[in-house]
């Protein structure tokens, strides 16, 4: 291969291994954290998801333990949806002596944080630390 070929050639290369050293870019992301109570005391267990309100972004979720939670999202405004089930017994799937048994659960997170969901919070590129939600079961 002749030096006239050899240079192009390296210097394409090296702009293109540039380019990966680099990054595209990407989508911004934002990091949150932050704590759920209701009625005053902290969620012992739970999930949490932002959904973008403006259709721009991902939808993006996580578990909520002792109060707490942790998760990465795309920055904007954001509808917020929490929820928390508590098994309150059991019951047959079926109507025969062998069916299996399935847990019957109820929601305690009031419909206005969740299926209504009135919350909404902004979130940053970066670190958003102290997104929290006071939640309460009583109507305002």
Do not use: W
């Not at 932002?50 to 990465?72: K, R, V």
Request: charged residues 20%.
């Amino acid at each position: 291969m002749t030096d006239r070929i050899r240079l192009p050639l390296f210097a394409t290369f090296g702009l293109a291994l540039l380019g990966f050293a680099t990054g595209c870019g990407g989508n911004p992301t934002a990091k949150v954290s932050g704590t759920v109570t209701l009625d005053g005391k902290p969620l012992e267990t739970g999930t949490i998801s932002f959904y973008p309100t403006a259709n721009s972004g991902q939808t993006a979720g996580g578990g909520i333990e002792n109060g707490q939670f942790t998760l990465d999202a795309s920055p904007g405004e954001m509808t917020v949806l929490i929820s928390a089930n508590k098994v309150t017994g059991k019951h047959k799937l079926y109507d025969t002596a062998d069916s299996p048994t399935v847990d019957n659960v109820v929601e305690l997170i009031p419909a206005r944080y969740n299926k209504t969901s009135e919350l909404k919070v902004t979130l940053k590129p970066g670190v958003n630390e102290g997104v929290n939600f006071d939640l309460t079961t009583k109507k305002k």
